[in-house]
């Protein structure tokens, strides 16, 4: 049974930091992409950033040079490193994982999400 499990979120000022983390249950959601989405009030959910089977990763345009995404499979653990946090990015965030390459992978697993507020 895979799992995933967010923490990290929470409340920061406009220019500030945020690391999100993801524990999944196994290893068995490396073989394919681990992906973080985030969804706001009134909007339709979007990809934030992707990490690939491969290793390669890839970036919204609104959060490319400011978000990074990495992953530790000692700890099974996927990250999200925010810097320079806008308003905008105010939203739950949840992290996926498919067992395909991110380009065509079904996220077929989720976690449950974790709230990130960014004030002015």
């Known amino acids: 049974q895979v799992r995933l499990v967010e923490s990290g979120g929470g409340s920061v000022q406009a220019g500030g930091s945020l690391r999100l983390s993801c524990v999944a249950s196994?290893?068995?959601?490396?073989?394919?992409?681990m992906a973080w989405f985030r969804q706001a009030p009134g909007k339709e959910r979007e990809g934030v950033a992707y990490?690939?089977?491969?290793?390669?990763?890839a970036y919204a345009d609104n959060v490319k040079g400011r978000f990074t995404i990495s992953q530790d499979k000692a700890k099974n653990t996927l990250y999200l490193q925010m810097n320079s946090l806008k308003p905008e990015d105010t939203a739950m965030y949840y992290c996926a994982a498919g067992l395909g390459y991110c380009v065509v992978t079904k996220f077929a697993y989720w976690g449950q999400g974790t709230q990130v507020t960014v004030s002015s």
């Open positions: 990490h690939d089977s491969d290793g390669s990763t």
């Open positions: 196994g290893n068995i959601v490396y073989r394919g992409c």
